[in-house]
């Protein structure tokens, strides 16, 4: 048995003694997982995902204060078991030791989960959505899908997000991606509509594929942005995959007009009575042709949401990530393959799905050669692109950054309708960016 072999055979051995009883009491096995990492002579290449782990098991005083007994007997055991497997073994203890070995072997940053749309169509048109840049036929096959994660597995990726469009219209295709590859685990964004019982009992039969439904707040800000009936069918879906003991969880997008409903301490009890275990916040990005600059929320109510998220993540049995004001804890920007990146449906290899800019495609190049390429090579010299990670992003907080890094590179816009010089996307953003700078820095300093 070589080095590489032996380090992750041991890992796996320890995180699987840990975890055994994992059908009985899992947050006892993530805390037992952490104190075995600590013990492991090779734990080098965990570093950075046993502090993230410590961090939230510390209750109040630390991130978040993870659910006891009542949230993990609401999963399906087996379900709960297959996830923790898949996240705890083969992400964390045998993905992390091989990414870390890779990105030194290649020289380029690995990222730990890659974001893919399996298809441009949508059967809805929600207010200011980029989606639609795309067009509504582009899609990669399942055998595109199917070799994007077979090369992921060969860096250690074992974690596969879908977006789009909306995925579900693939949803079978997704289904046997899960099942071929059992050993990772995947999550769909989705607006939920095409949740149906033949869907949840598949979810149930894979046991590795969760969903994130999108919603905007209550029925009136969700129909307003989504259209009329989109909040109901969101809440069918959710009573299916609640009554079917599944992991899910909602993704909302903070704007000018929804932030104080979606910051409320009723709208996080409405999700976890729902029976959503995760909750993503994203907040509004005006990119694209239809963009509404307008529906951005102004850096006062972006600092409402910083604070909001905090004080419920402590207290409420719901884990939640808010994706801009949370690059504190990951040190930063996490796109161009530093964390992730993103495959559109055309193929193009993007550092961020909110950055649609492009110099391979997953059709000629392979994930290593766009992980070497000029765009993403620009993004992992420029990283952090602010010493506050509360301007993290150099999209929405560093727009100066971006288009240099675009021009440097010589990347093409991706939008196959209306491609947008990135130029164009600074003017949009820069008073915004500004002014969130003097508040972000009175908070982090």
Request: charged share 25%; net charge neutral.
């Amino acid at each position: 048995m070589n080095d590489r072999s032996f380090s992750e055979s041991f890992k796996a051995m320890l995180f699987s003694t840990a975890l055994h009883c994992a059908g009985k009491m899992p947050r006892q096995s993530l805390i037992n997982a952490i104190r075995l990492s600590e013990r492991n002579p090779f734990q080098g290449a965990l570093g950075e995902r046993v502090e993230i782990l410590r961090g939230a098991m510390k209750g109040p005083s630390g991130h978040y204060h993870l659910p006891d007994k009542e949230f993990w007997e609401e999963i399906d055991p087996a379900i709960r078991k297959k996830l923790l497997h898949n996240f705890m073994i083969n992400a964390t203890a045998i993905g992390a030791v091989r990414q870390k070995k890779k990105e030194r072997s290649l020289q380029c940053n690995i990222p730990w989960l890659i974001l893919m749309d399996p298809t441009s169509a949508c059967n809805l048109q929600c207010e200011g959505c980029w989606a639609a840049d795309y067009g509504n036929e582009l899609s990669m096959s399942y055998t595109t899908l199917h070799n994007i994660i077979l090369q992921g597995k060969e860096l250690g990726i074992h974690v596969y997000v879908y977006s789009g469009g909306e995925p579900l219209i693939r949803k079978d295709d997704l289904i046997k991606l899960a099942e071929v590859h059992h050993d990772c685990v995947f999550l769909a964004f989705t607006n939920g509509s095409a949740v149906d019982e033949d869907f949840a009992n598949a979810l149930s039969r894979v046991q590795n594929f969760m969903l994130a439904l999108s919603v905007e707040g209550f029925e009136r800000e969700t129909d307003q942005r989504r259209g009329a009936g989109s909040y109901q069918k969101m809440v069918h879906a959710m009573e299916l995959l609640k009554k079917k003991r599944l992991v899910f969880g909602f993704s909302t997008c903070y704007t000018s007009e929804n932030v104080d409903t979606v910051s409320s301490e009723k709208y996080f009890d409405e999700m976890i009575e729902k029976g959503c275990k995760f909750g993503w916040f994203f907040t509004y990005i005006p990119i694209g042709e239809h963009a509404v600059p307008e529906l951005m929320a102004t850096p006062e109510q972006r600092e409402h949401m910083y604070y909001q998220a905090r004080k419920f993540r402590k207290t409420k049995p719901l884990l939640t990530i808010d994706f801009w004001n949370d690059a504190e804890y990951v040190g930063g920007c996490v796109a161009g393959g530093r964390k992730y990146l993103h495959i559109n449906a055309n193929g193009d290899i993007e550092p961020c799905a909110f950055v649609h800019y492009s110099d391979t495609n997953i059709h000629t190049h392979t994930l290593i050669e766009a992980l070497h390429s000029p765009l993403f090579r620009e993004f992992g010299k420029h990283q952090p692109f602010n010493q506050n990670h509360l301007r993290a992003c150099p999209l929405l907080d560093n727009p100066d950054s971006l288009v240099q890094m675009i021009n440097t590179s010589g990347a093409h816009s991706t939008e196959a309708m209306s491609p947008e010089p990135v130029e164009r996307i600074r003017e949009r953003v820069s008073v915004t960016a500004k002014k969130w700078g003097e508040i972000a820095n009175r908070i982090w300093y």
